[in-house]
């Protein structure tokens, strides 16, 4: 009663005494945040990556429960936060090894992100290790083997998309000067893109998998804009329109002997000709 004076006595005509508590009092009490949902859709996608369908299903089914619960009135206002989370946050996640990033950086950058304003950077380059500023509009993460946050950079050199390595984030300073979005924008365009991270111009690549590999390689997306087609002596051809060559041979290797690189001859050459460098990324 001390903690919850709403408490209203209710009438039985029973020895044993009840309670109840208004409409409405546990709705003040507990409240759901868009970060809160976004989570819970993001590790939504992550089961539907992954091809755990009971599970991404069970998850959906809360979030509809949760989202069912609140408030017209505080549903529009979370709905706003939600869609920019959800747009701002990576679709490439992998498990794995992953570089130390200080949380409190992301949390920043995600509040500027919901609230379209500008961010200096304090930003370590991956070769000269100087530490320079960068004004930039963060759009959002893309998170795989390497964590990065999509940015468009400010400056008269740049004035483009720019990924910036979130490890090599040393500081951000939050401006009120707020930004307009590119509407014509689209990270997971912006992501289908490469292969992996590494952004360049897309190009057209056709691999072979043997007979012997090909039931496996026909269980993989590659890529979403990957074609796949038997040929008549049981191997695999997989047309991929992507770009990042050196992503690309990295994943090869691990098909040893049991892919061919068809084209480009550039490709061809780095997986079966020649030692890929394995130089990091920016």
């Not at 039985?12 to 003040?28: A, H, M, Q, S, V």
């Not at 090894?97 to 370590?124: F, G, H, N, W």
Request: with cysteine.
């Amino acid at each position: 009663m001390r903690n919850f004076p709403q408490m209203e006595e209710v009438a039985t005509g029973e020895r044993i005494k009840r309670w109840r508590l208004p409409t409405g009092t546990l709705d003040r009490l507990v409240a759901f945040t868009a970060e809160e949902l976004a989570a819970l859709e993001s590790a939504t996608r992550l089961f539907e990556r992954d091809n755990r369908e009971d599970e991404a299903a069970e998850l959906a089914t809360l979030g509809a429960k949760l989202r069912a619960l609140l408030k017209p009135d505080v549903a529009r206002r979370v709905e706003p936060d939600l869609e920019a989370l959800l747009e701002a946050e990576g679709l490439a996640m992998r498990p794995g090894p992953r570089p130390r990033i200080d949380i409190s950086v992301v949390e920043e950058l995600r509040q500027a992100i919901m609230a379209c304003t500008k961010v200096k950077l304090r930003y370590r380059n991956r070769k000269t290790k100087q530490v320079n500023e960068r004004l930039v509009h963060p759009y959002g993460f893309l998170h795989g083997h390497r964590n990065y946050l999509v940015a468009w950079h400010e400056n008269p050199k740049a004035n483009a998309v720019t990924l910036f390595a979130l490890p090599h984030i040393e500081g951000i300073e939050l401006t009120a000067e707020p930004f307009q979005r590119d509407p014509e924008f689209s990270l997971e365009a912006f992501a289908t893109r490469s292969f992996g991270l590494f952004q360049s111009e897309p190009f057209k690549t056709v691999w072979r998998f043997s007979p012997e590999a090909a039931d496996d390689a026909e269980e993989f997306i590659f890529h979403p804009t990957q074609q796949v087609e038997r040929q008549s002596d049981g191997s695999l051809l997989v047309t991929i329109m992507a770009a990042s060559d050196l992503e690309m041979a990295w994943h090869l290797y691990s098909w040893g002997d049991k892919v061919e690189v068809l084209e480009p001859r550039e490709l061809a050459e780095m997986v079966h000709g020649q030692r890929v460098e394995w130089a990091a990324l920016p």
